[in-house]
């Protein structure tokens, strides 16, 4: 991971949201309807051409409860926690870019921008393109061992990949 995210003053911090809540993209994840709220994904790609592509998770009213946050508090907090430490546990993680959230006419929203994991193609993608077979048994064993690693990394630290499924795996 790069740069540890610095939050700035208030009404920076709430300009700041509000371009990147402008910003629209194509979905690449439509949006759920789960925890009270919704959640999806989009891909945004920039102007400049030299700006990497980006994904952004936006979330309206979607919360997680506990002992510390009775009220609920944004997903995209915990998310962001996980990210900063798999990037210190040497797991491969996007860059992030802004992660934000605000209250709305008491609604929350929030939202988790990254970069793009230049190079990787998701473990979906991997078996759909059949790469494993065009690359041969002892690449997709080295391939399912780093994943293994990598999730035992995680998991020895005592965090959970929280979706793990392929489209969510890159390799």
Request: aromatic share 10%; net charge positive; proline share 6%.
């Amino acid at each position: 991971m790069s740069r540890p995210l610095v939050l700035p003053a208030r009404e920076a911090r709430t300009s700041t949201f509000q371009r990147w809540w402008n910003i629209r993209g194509e979905w690449v994840e439509e949006p759920n309807q789960r925890r009270a709220g919704e959640s999806g994904v989009q891909r945004i790609r920039m102007r400049d051409p030299q700006q990497p592509l980006l994904y952004c998770k936006r979330q309206i009213g979607h919360l997680y409860r506990s002992l510390l946050h009775p009220f609920g508090r944004p997903t995209v907090l915990r998310e962001l926690q996980a990210l900063q430490a798999f990037g210190w546990l040497s797991v491969r993680v996007p860059e992030l870019i802004y992660c934000g959230t605000r209250q709305q006419a008491g609604q929350w929203q929030a939202l988790l921008v990254t970069a793009e994991l230049e190079g990787f193609v998701s473990l979906e993608d991997w078996y759909q393109q059949e790469l494993g077979e065009r690359f041969g048994p002892a690449v997709q064993e080295r391939m399912l061992t780093a994943v293994g690693i990598s999730l035992g990394r995680i998991h020895q630290a005592r965090w959970q990949h929280g979706c793990c499924y392929p489209k969510h795996i890159f390799i």
